[in-house]
């Protein structure tokens, strides 16, 4: 007996019950409700009416990604973590197994009438990724794959959950919001003003070869100097001017979609090449910058680093 009751002790500690539309009381187990690691995502446990089940996206709209392949659904007699809500949205995580979680969104209609909850306030922050990633739902489990992104794919960062970030993008022109790991991205720069800031002062070539320069000198006057190797194998010194100015994406010149074009003269010759610059937190506080120059629609491009 003594027995019976200590299991019936540990089982009430674990449960939670939710009220059906029956009258009936639906058990749920919420001993495997995952902690949310630190960052600008927090999540509560909610009890929902029970028996109900949701559709889940990706994202806040039906036309988004839908994982399960386009079956996603939560059942309310499990447990319910919601983060916020976005206009007629919620952010939530469930179980799907025990070796499986899911985020999502679902109606914010599905709450119960007496449950009020906060709004994500999430930022949007441009970004780049750096190397080809699989996006997951379940950053904190399984990792399932909900998307792939290739390498220079432009996103949005919209907040943090540990050593994830969670972004939106889009796979094949389908919207989607998920997870990758913080280290494959990099901030982009968006606006003229810093860009022109950043862009000045002395640059070496990591990669690529678009520009025939192991090194580029970019001045406040709109100067530029660089350092160019011969075919005999003779370097040369050169100056010329550079501007910059924001590029349209739709024309389609250049192949990573750049966010600024730099011209570049050189004695007769003018050059163009989209621009885009990287960002990255630096020690003591400093930002580090990137430019990424591509020269056409193809993939190529040069890498330049401080």
Known sequence: MKK?????LMLTLLCTTALADTGTVITMDTSNVPVIPEGTLHAQTIT???????AVYSAPTKKSIRGAKGRARVSTNGWIQVFGAEEDWMLVQYAISDKQNRIGYIYVNALPKDVTITDLNLKHTAAVINYDVEVTDDPLVSQTPLAKLTENTKVTCLGTMGTWTYIEGK???VLFRGFVPTECLSGTVTTLREAEKAILGSWKLYAGSSINASRIVFHEDGTV???STLESGREVEWNGSWAMDYYDSNRNRYWNDSEFELTLARGTTVELYGLRICRQPGENGMTKYALVLSDGAKTSGMVLTE
Do not use: V
Not at 4 to 8: H, V
């Open 4 to 8: 019976l009751l200590s299991l019936m």
């Open 48 to 54: 929902f009416t029970g028996n109900q089940t949701y």
């Open 225 to 227: 100097t660089g350092r």
């Open 171 to 173: 796979e094949k022109d």
